[in-house]
Each structure stands twice: as structure tokens, then as C-alpha cells.
């Protein structure tokens, strides 16, 4: 399960304007549309965060502001918080992360009724629960409330069925309290489910594609929320540092309803070195100085489920500094780390998830002449994939038998045999 957060809310939207309009969070927030990169963590960064990721190519964050299924503690959440950080010139995406669907596979969270009348009701309630969190922060009437439904079973149909009144419930109230009716969810489940219903305002689609864009998704129709209504999550949680500051986020492209009035900033310059996460744990890309001659983005996704015969695989894509052109090939190797997964396995690299070429050996990252991509194994049982190339690395079953050993002698010495080879 991703990271999550909560939002509460039980006033009218007379109430909601008088208390907002009075603030002076309300006089420099306002819901707007913002277009460029955004992120969220699992807590509000601090204001000395905030400011150090001013360097960063980000101005828009997500904050987890309530719901019965927030993750992490909010100390920073505070209404000063919240006119300081869009003074800084940051936007804001308000998630909420309430009731689940009722077939989600986490034990651990607090669930949707079954009844499609009962989860009607409950999405009503969610509302006024978010819209009062939003209040309290200060956040101007016609914000923007992402319900955050995370990804479900596609095959129940009365699980579909109860988040589709859900969403109902929740679009509706909103819109009577004077609110934007957004939902995060799962491009393959929660978003997919609501192509038919009567839509949220917004739609924050999960689809850890690398794609920092918000068109294209196989699962979504370009025709739906076509008109700046679209974030798009494109990488899972992993560390990036800006300014000195390391924070854990997922990395989203925004085209749709934010908080504040945030104008992007021009493209980070290139990179000299760093480092990227899979989201998943297993996984990290990392490059040396002179590895890019222009700026770049680097994404390393997890396929789920992997191309066979893969036991495990990412996606390993390097565009430029619009996240949208991609880059061939590049001067130096990155280096793909491959957590130890147990024996029996090799590294191998594909470009199209179809053809697994099995590879030679790098000692010390140093790719063989005539090859793009090569390998070193650890005494751990990881494996350091040298790539200088995109496409998939990945383990496959070690089916190539040992080469046949060279300068092969044996002698019997006191009743025992004695075998060498050479190196």
C-alpha cells in the first residue's frame, strides 16, 4: 500500500467560505490549475525542506490532510504551514484517504460496505469529513479533494459496484459544499471504474509507467477529463536530494486542480551524478559524473508481473528534461543494482520484454569492447547490471551449463582425490 493521509469536514459551504476567506491561507491559496512536476510524501516535508527543494524541478506536493486510513503522522500540517509553503510559491494537491474498497487486499484497512446505498452514504460522509479538514487548514472553498482509493480486486463486481456509489456520494457532496471532486486511485481499478459513472471533477491516476505525462494510459481514454484535469503518479516511492534535503516521494507529472499559484520552474541542470530507487526495495540506478551531457530524467519501474521467463524485472528509462523525449544511449554506464533474490538466477537485459539477451561480465563496470551491457556478481547474490542502453534488466533461471574448465588435472594423494583447474 502506498503512503496515506486524512481530511475532515462537517459545515456547510457558507461555513467553509467564512472561515477560508478570513485567513490569510485563503488570500494566497486559491484552487487554480497547474501544469509541470509535483511529488508526495508519506508526512509534510518541513518548511526548511521545502525550502532546500526549491532547487528541485518541483512545485507542486501532495498533502495527506485526513481520512480513516491516514498512514503517517502530519506535525507540519498546520494552517501557518500552509500559508507559508504557497507564499514559498508551491500549489498544493489535498489527498484524503478514507474507507477502502470493500475487496482490497490489506487486512489492515478499514473498509466500504458491500451495500451500494450504504457506500453512497459513507462517501457523503467522507466528504464533509475531508471538506472539514480542508477548512481547518485553511484551504479556500473550491479546493480540490483528492479522495485517495487505492487499487482493488477488477474481477468483483459488487466491490466495483460499491466504490462506483462511493465516488457518488463523495462527487456530489463535495460539489454541494462548493468543492473540486477529485479521486486518486489505480489507473487498472479505481479510475478504470469510474470511466462510466458520473465523473470526479479530477482524476489522479497511479500508473508506475515512468511516463511523466497524463495522456497516453492504456487503461484510460484520452477523450475522459481531457481539460487540465489530470495528475498522473508515474514512479513510486524512492529517495531523491534537492538542495542538501533527501526526501522519500512518489514522482507525479500535474495537469489538473491545485492549491496556489505555482508557475514551473525552468529544467534542473544536468546531472553530474545520482541515484534512483525502484519503489519496490529491489532495485536502484545510479550514475558517475559525464554519464549525461544534457539534463535528464531517470525512472527505474517494477514490472508487475514480469515478462517470462523474468522472475523480476525493471523498466529502465532515461528522457529528457521534459520527461516525454526519449534518450537512446548515453556516453557511460549506469549502473542497475539487483538485490540478492536467491540462487538458480541471472542478470539479463531486453528491449522489448520479449527477447532476453544473457550477458557477458564487467570487471569493474567495465563493459566489454562491442557490447552495450554487461554485469558483475556480487558475493551477496546481487547483481550490478552496467547499461548503456534503456530497456528491461532483469533475473531469468540460469540455464547456461559452466564452461568447460581449463588446465583440468587430478592426483590421488592418501586415499583421497585431489581435482584443480585454472581459474
Given at each position: 500500500?502506498?503512503?496515506?493521509?486524512?481530511?475532515?469536514?462537517?459545515?456547510?459551504?457558507?461555513?467553509?467560505?467564512?472561515?477560508?476567506?478570513?485567513?490569510?491561507?485563503?488570500?494566497?491559496?486559491?484552487?487554480?490549475v497547474?501544469?509541470?512536476?509535483?511529488?508526495?510524501?508519506?508526512?509534510?516535508?518541513?518548511?526548511?525542506?521545502?525550502?532546500?527543494?526549491?532547487?528541485?524541478?518541483?512545485?507542486?506536493f501532495?498533502?495527506?490532510?485526513?481520512?480513516?486510513?491516514?498512514?503517517?503522522?502530519?506535525?507540519?500540517?498546520?494552517?501557518?504551514?500552509?500559508?507559508?509553503?504557497?507564499?514559498?510559491?508551491?500549489?498544493?494537491?489535498?489527498?484524503?484517504?478514507?474507507?477502502?474498497?470493500?475487496?482490497?487486499?490489506?487486512?489492515?484497512?478499514?473498509?466500504?460496505?458491500?451495500?451500494?446505498?450504504?457506500?453512497?452514504?459513507?462517501?457523503?460522509?467522507?466528504?464533509?469529513?475531508?471538506?472539514?479538514?480542508?477548512?481547518?487548514?485553511?484551504?479556500?472553498?473550491?479546493?480540490?479533494?483528492?479522495?485517495?482509493?487505492?487499487?482493488?480486486?477488477?474481477?468483483?463486481?459488487?466491490?466495483?459496484?460499491?466504490?462506483?456509489?462511493?465516488?457518488?456520494?463523495w462527487?456530489d457532496?463535495?460539489?454541494?459544499?462548493?468543492?473540486?471532486?477529485?479521486?486518486?486511485?489505480?489507473?487498472?481499478?479505481?479510475?478504470?471504474?469510474?470511466?462510466?459513472?458520473s465523473?470526479?471533477?479530477?482524476?489522479?491516476?497511479?500508473n508506475?509507467?515512468?511516463?511523466?505525462?497524463?495522456?497516453?494510459?492504456?487503461?484510460?481514454?484520452?477523450?475522459?477529463?481531457?481539460?487540465?484535469?489530470?495528475?498522473?503518479?508515474?514512479?513510486?516511492?524512492?529517495k531523491?536530494?534537492?538542495?542538501?534535503?533527501?526526501?522519500?516521494?512518489?514522482?507525479?507529472?500535474?495537469?489538473?486542480?491545485?492549491?496556489?499559484t505555482?508557475?514551473?520552474?525552468?529544467?534542473?541542470?544536468?546531472?553530474?551524478?545520482?541515484?534512483?530507487?525502484?519503489?519496490?526495495?529491489?532495485?536502484?540506478?545510479?550514475?558517475?559524473?559525464?554519464?549525461?551531457?544534457?539534463?535528464?530524467?531517470?525512472?527505474?519501474?517494477?514490472?508487475?508481473?514480469?515478462?517470462?521467463?523474468?522472475?523480476?524485472?525493471?523498466?529502465?528509462?532515461?528522457?529528457?528534461?521534459?520527461?516525454?523525449?526519449?534518450?537512446?544511449?548515453?556516453p557511460?554506464?549506469?549502473?542497475v543494482?539487483?538485490?540478492?533474490?536467491?540462487?538458480?538466477?541471472?542478470?539479463?537485459?531486453?528491449?522489448?520484454?520479449?527477447?532476453?539477451?544473457?550477458?557477458?561480465r564487467?570487471?569493474?563496470?567495465?563493459?566489454?569492447?562491442?557490447?552495450d551491457?554487461?554485469?558483475?556478481?556480487?558475493?551477496?547474490?546481487?547483481?550490478?547490471?552496467?547499461t548503456?542502453?534503456?530497456?528491461?534488466?532483469?533475473?531469468?533461471?540460469?540455464?547456461?551449463?559452466?564452461?568447460?574448465?581449463?588446465?583440468?588435472?587430478?592426483?590421488?594423494?592418501?586415499?583421497?582425490?585431489?581435482?584443480?583447474?585454472?581459474?
Amino acid at each position: 500500500m502506498r503512503r496515506v493521509a486524512v481530511l475532515v469536514l462537517a459545515c456547510a459551504a457558507a461555513c467553509a467560505f467564512a472561515v477560508t476567506n478570513g485567513s490569510a491561507a485563503a488570500r494566497l491559496a486559491r484552487a487554480s490549475v497547474y501544469t509541470g512536476y509535483g511529488f508526495d510524501a508519506c508526512s509534510a516535508p518541513s518548511l526548511n525542506a521545502l525550502a532546500a527543494w526549491q532547487a528541485s524541478p518541483y512545485r507542486s506536493f501532495g498533502i495527506y490532510i485526513g481520512g480513516a486510513n491516514r498512514a503517517c503522522n502530519q506535525p507540519n500540517l498546520t494552517p501557518p504551514w500552509v500559508t507559508t509553503v504557497v507564499s514559498q510559491g508551491w500549489s498544493l494537491m489535498p489527498l484524503y484517504v478514507g474507507l477502502q474498497a470493500p475487496c482490497v487486499s490489506a487486512s489492515s484497512l478499514k473498509k466500504l460496505s458491500t451495500s451500494a446505498g450504504t457506500a453512497t452514504n459513507q462517501g457523503v460522509a467522507a466528504a464533509k469529513d475531508a471538506a472539514s479538514e480542508a477548512v481547518a487548514l485553511g484551504l479556500p472553498g473550491d479546493s480540490p479533494l483528492y479522495f485517495d482509493m487505492e487499487g482493488y480486486s477488477t474481477t468483483n463486481k459488487a466491490c466495483t459496484q460499491a466504490v462506483q456509489a462511493f465516488v457518488g456520494g463523495w462527487n456530489d457532496e463535495l460539489h454541494a459544499l462548493g468543492f473540486t471532486a477529485g479521486v486518486y486511485g489505480s489507473a487498472g481499478s479505481t479510475i478504470r471504474d469510474l470511466e462510466s459513472t458520473s465523473s470526479p471533477d479530477d482524476v489522479w491516476i497511479a500508473n508506475w509507467n515512468g511516463v511523466a505525462g497524463v495522456f497516453g494510459d492504456k487503461y484510460v481514454p484520452d477523450s475522459l477529463w481531457p481539460n487540465h484535469q489530470r495528475i498522473h503518479q508515474y514512479k513510486g516511492g524512492h529517495k531523491e536530494t534537492w538542495g542538501g534535503v533527501t526526501i522519500n516521494i512518489d514522482n507525479n507529472y500535474v495537469d489538473g486542480a491545485v492549491v496556489g499559484t505555482a508557475v514551473a520552474p525552468p529544467p534542473p541542470p544536468p546531472p553530474t551524478e545520482g541515484s534512483v530507487g525502484s519503489g519496490d526495495s529491489l532495485a536502484s540506478a545510479s550514475w558517475q559524473s559525464g554519464t549525461f551531457t544534457d539534463a535528464v530524467v531517470v525512472t527505474l519501474t517494477p514490472q508487475a508481473p514480469p515478462p517470462a521467463p523474468a522472475t523480476y524485472a525493471v523498466k529502465l528509462m532515461v528522457t529528457g528534461a521534459d520527461g516525454v523525449t526519449p534518450i537512446a544511449s548515453w556516453p557511460l554506464p549506469v549502473d542497475v543494482h539487483l538485490n540478492a533474490q536467491g540462487s538458480g538466477v541471472m542478470p539479463a537485459f531486453s528491449t522489448d520484454g520479449t527477447t532476453w539477451q544473457p550477458l557477458t561480465r564487467a570487471p569493474g563496470g567495465q563493459i566489454s569492447s562491442g557490447h552495450d551491457v554487461g554485469y558483475v556478481a556480487n558475493a551477496d547474490g546481487s547483481f550490478d547490471v552496467y547499461t548503456r542502453l534503456p530497456g528491461l534488466v532483469g533475473l531469468v533461471p540460469d540455464t547456461l551449463p559452466p564452461a568447460q574448465p581449463q588446465g583440468f588435472t587430478g592426483r590421488f594423494l592418501k586415499g583421497q582425490l585431489a581435482l584443480s583447474w585454472l581459474a
